[in-house]
């Protein structure tokens, strides 16, 4: 029953095809455009921003999601963002839709949208059904035609970000794969996290969505860059049922538990590579909350510490400052007693506890700082409340973060 | 009626009388304690951090007001935290209040303090009892001994802060005068916001209180710098009651509306000139919400838009991203609805609306980003759903507070 993590991303399952190309959205000559595809019709699943305003794609998924249509294609645009939350943007998601229905033949109702840029531009319609014409003749399978859509989907991100994991079930090989994109911008707008998840398991809707919605509490919602929630962010999976498995429509099926399991894999690591190329950031910030009271204290205490602008600073600076952890716990809302919490930092270059039942132990600020200087850093405070625990992933605030975002429009 | 800003501070007021002293606790020399005295025993109000971990001096002062004895004199240090929050930080307290009750000649349960600056370092008692004893004997009521006082409590902060006000009540003259700080470090630490406010104002215990307390919804709760809520944050209210008048105890009296407008002043005008005096900031960024269904969905809205670093970072490229904006009210939780929202800039440069039913007016950006480059930059949101509005003060998120709060402790 184990899980393997193995080389791909949006094309790795059974059936799942993908393309991109460069429609000329992006003023760069980049790519702009990726189009992921399946052979047959798939359930679908999705989670959204909670954002109170949200663009137009996220409203028109949410419609696909719900409707319990068939979902079969998914085009996305890098250059601009539909961020219009009217009848205006609605209506480009329909032309969207439309001009990919008929170019691939395949239902209008079975076609998502993405869309994640610039704000405040029109979309170019011309320019995004010129690209959705150059891209369905070279939709493939391989491990390219996976990776060049994962390259296009970006903005301001570093690296692109693609996972895969397997399992046997029923004696057949399940594959779970997927591509996202962090927080960036090309242009100051608003940052976008966007996640395609592509599988192949023969499962019932109802069941993947239980199993998205459950799984991104754990992980895409204990990510922050900067505590700005996007009014695009959207995961969408894809399940086609070409691995063949026997369907599972019990969450007491353990076909259910592992493809959960596998799932979270993905998803942890998509919200570990979206922290860790934050905006302007040198380290992925990663901050364990153990023997909590309740699993949700440790996810209100960690998320409150990765999210605290002076201790993102101070990660930035190497400096051990549990001041400013101790003080993001306590304003959280989670439960905690200042007074028996124990803090230990920790990453390749070792580990050292720092406080102790609340009072700083008599730790070497040189051992700190060695260990505060690698790229992954992980924070362990044990609140000995309890068996629950979390993790959240942040990352440092930089100099970096304030010229992306302070630097006027040019 | 009118109410009168007058030049003073924290001696502005009859009775009241303040001290300073270079104690040799900061390192460079500086003055480091301030000693406020009033000739007559006070009534005391106060409001404290709502952090859970809460320093010790936040624990003692919060007894003291509570207990409903008088007060006469607090102390204060910028050099050192105290931020301990066991049985050692309570035993500084402790000591210095009994250091001052002896050299004053006052009852132990009549003097409150205050702390601020490096955490993790011990508080020094010998120094402290030491600046004691050198600002006894210097207690003086000019306007001199106010604003040096006002300039030792300072840690990073760039300018001191004073204020007072004075208005007619029953033919006697009323004043209120204080001085605060804001977060500023200087070694990474916890930031604090202290403020001290004197009166003459002759006023039930209960009432002062309900005053304090009630105005800090408006005021100091609606400023940020950094999104940190402190473990030091303390506002203490004195009312020695030598003005004279009637004693106000009755909530319906015409004289507790004039103090609770005066009381306004003074702690609006602190709010403004701590988020104006933001860690590394350029510009004070107040935000009003008008409009509003009620107050509560007004000052989230306005208190989210301040916080947020995109909003922050494009405040300090002068640029004018009013989607960042709107994204912010989006994820507060306050109502509003996207498609109805105006949006205005304001400064000294002109006004302009940015944004009419949610949608971008054709404003010129040359003229938004000269609106911006002032050093009070006001944004208004019309969310025309009601009557209600509020006003919320934060700064700018630039280069320098990531250098003095991301810089190694050295």
């Known amino acids: ?77 890098s250059g601009v963002a539909n961020a219009c939350t009217g009848e205006e943007g609605m209506g480009y ?143 969408l999976l894809l399940a086609n049922g070409q691995a063949g498995n026997a369907e599972i429509t019990d969450e007491a099926d353990e076909g259910y538990a592992l493809f959960c399991k596998a799932l979270n894999m993905v998803n942890e690591t998509f919200s570990k590579a979206i922290a860790g190329d934050g905006e302007g950031c040198t380290a992925l910030f990663e901050v364990k909350v153990v023997g909590a009271k309740t699993l949700e204290d440790a996810r209100i205490l960690s998320k409150s510490i990765i999210t605290s602008s002076l201790t993102k600073a101070a990660i930035f600076g190497h400096d051990a400052n549990w001041g400013r952890i101790i003080c993001a716990m306590g304003y959280s809302g989670g439960e905690f007693d200042p007074e028996t919490v124990d803090l230990f930092f920790e990453s390749k270059a070792g580990k050292l506890q720092i406080v102790k039942n609340g009072v700083a132990t008599d730790y070497s600020e040189e051992e ?14 044990d609140v000995k409340m309890g068996e629950c625990e979390a993790t959240a992933w942040g990352c440092d605030l930089t100099y970096d973060y304030v010229r992306i975002n302070g630097d006027y429009r040019s």
Chains 1, 2 share one sequence.
Request: charged fraction near 20%; charge should be neutral.
């Open 1 to 77: 029953m184990s899980i393997q993590f193995i080389e791909g991303g949006v094309t790795a399952a059974k059936g799942f095809k993908a393309a991109s190309a460069a429609a000329g959205i992006k003023k760069s000559g980049k790519l702009d455009m990726a189009l992921v595809y399946s052979e047959t019709p798939c359930r679908s699943a999705g989670t959204f921003t909670t954002n109170r305003v949200q663009a137009a794609p996220v409203k028109w998924d949410r419609n696909q999601v719900y409707s319990g249509d068939p979902a079969q294609a998914i085009v996305i645009n």
């Open 368 to 381: 700190a700082t060695k260990i505060l200087s690698e790229p992954v850093v992980t924070a362990i405070a």
């Open 93 to 235: 998601c329909a032309d969207t839709v439309e001009a990919a229905a008929k170019i691939l033949g395949i239902p209008a109702a079975s076609v998502l949208v993405a869309s994640t840029g610039v704000i405040g531009r029109q979309l170019p319609m011309d320019k995004i059904t010129g690209g959705i014409e150059m891209m369905a003749p070279k939709l493939g399978g391989t491990r390219e035609d996976g990776a060049s859509a994962a390259t296009a989907i970006m903005t301001t991100d570093t690296t692109k970000k693609e996972v895969a994991v397997q399992f046997e079930l029923d004696g057949t090989t399940v594959t779970i794969g997927g591509m996202c994109k962090g927080s960036g911008m090309i242009h100051p707008n608003m940052c976008t996290m966007l996640s395609f998840i592509t599988t192949d398991i023969c499962i019932s809707k109802e069941l993947l969505q239980r199993a998205l919605s459950e799984d991104i509490k754990g992980t895409y919602n204990m990510i922050s860059v900067d505590g700005d929630t996007s009014t695009n962010d959207s995961v």
